[in-house]
């Protein structure tokens, strides 16, 4: 298929999966019917106050949009995070989650829920920034990170910062335990207005900043040599890349706990279908890795009588899809 085509495809793809997630969810008072009826409402005729149009609305505004834009933004930065690391550090085994950033921003966030003086963001970026360096410190040898090494040195920081939030959650009161160990599943049912304002301006910049470097990316996962060649430092081009990759997934997991697998399996979706290069590849990791929460998140929350953690629906789906992968020898770059 035309990858010009796809492009688009991937680019137009969120509209409808937003449009369909606002009619979607368990309250009986907005169902799909009720909800569009509000809509027409509010485009050609006012709503009475105290009218069960005006309770529609109250649900979709309060309930339902923040929860569906706040999801998108998730998606979007941890897949665009994903995407960018995996091609900072040309392994396509790399994501947020195997390199210790999302148990460091974990840890982060959860130090801060349970301290209340400390600020949830820049305390969930700094462990997470933290982690990141302190895998790739480990790894670099000789000047040179390894394959191997980096991802050995990723699970070794996971599992110390896993360690440091299981004391976290053993030193807290039960009901701060509770929500640290909803918030560790990946949860984004306490989706507020509030919590997309916190989020938005990390992601945002995080987001841009990567956008901006996208082409640098493509020189970076030719190898160290080639940057050189191009006038390239690529220690510290490293670095420039690092920082908004982590800046936008530490965000996103600051307000809806770890969500694993998007940010490694996403950007594989992506180079499937579009080809390696990070200047199409890095938007469309962001507009795809949004969709598809948005998607996971609907069914979680609209298939049962109660609601699936959605950290735990995308672990179930994108297990099966890494396996795949391994089996079709589709892992490396020439996807």
Request: a positive charge; proline letters at 5%; glycine letters at 10%.
């Amino acid at each position: 298929m035309n990858s010009v085509f796809l492009r688009r495809l991937i680019y137009i793809l969120p509209l409808p999966v937003l449009f369909g997630s606002l009619l979607l969810g368990p309250s009986a008072s907005a169902e799909a019917g009720k909800i569009l009826s509000w809509l027409y409402g509010l485009l050609f005729r006012e709503a009475a106050a105290g009218s069960e149009e005006a309770l529609v609305g109250t649900i979709v505004w309060e309930v339902r949009m923040p929860r569906i834009l706040l999801t998108f933004l998730v998606g979007g930065a941890l897949a665009a995070s994903g995407n960018a690391l995996q091609a900072m550090f040309r392994n396509p085994l790399v994501a947020p989650y195997i390199l210790g950033l999302s148990s460091g921003a974990a840890f982060g966030a959860a130090l801060a829920l349970v301290l209340p003086f400390l600020p949830v963001q820049p305390t969930a970026f700094g462990f997470g920034l933290f982690a990141v360096g302190l895998a790739y410190f480990l790894a670099r040898t000789r000047k040179t990170v390894s394959v191997v090494s980096l991802i050995l040195s990723g699970v070794i920081v996971t599992g110390i910062f896993t360690a440091l939030l299981t004391i976290v959650q053993f030193l807290s009161d039960p009901y701060k335990l509770q929500t640290i160990v909803h918030w560790t599943m990946g949860n984004l049912h306490n989706s507020s207005w509030a919590k997309l304002r916190s989020a938005a301006p990390g992601v945002g910049i995080g987001v841009i900043w990567l956008f901006l470097f996208r082409w640098r990316m493509n020189v970076l996962a030719q190898g160290d040599d080639e940057a050189r060649a191009v006038g390239l430092n690529p220690e510290r081009e490293r670095v420039l890349i690092l920082i908004p990759a982590t800046l936008a997934a530490s965000a996103a997991i600051a307000v809806a706990g770890v969500i694993s697998m998007i940010g490694l399996a996403v950007p594989h979706m992506v180079r499937m279908m579009l080809g390696p290069d990070n200047r199409h590849t890095l938007p469309a990791s962001f507009t795809f890795g949004g969709a598809f929460l948005l998607l996971v998140d609907t069914c979680s929350r609209t298939l049962a009588s109660f609601e699936i953690p959605v950290g735990v629906f995308t672990t179930l789906l994108g297990g099966p899809f890494f396996i795949f992968l391994l089996k079709k020898a589709r892992i490396g770059w020439e996807t």
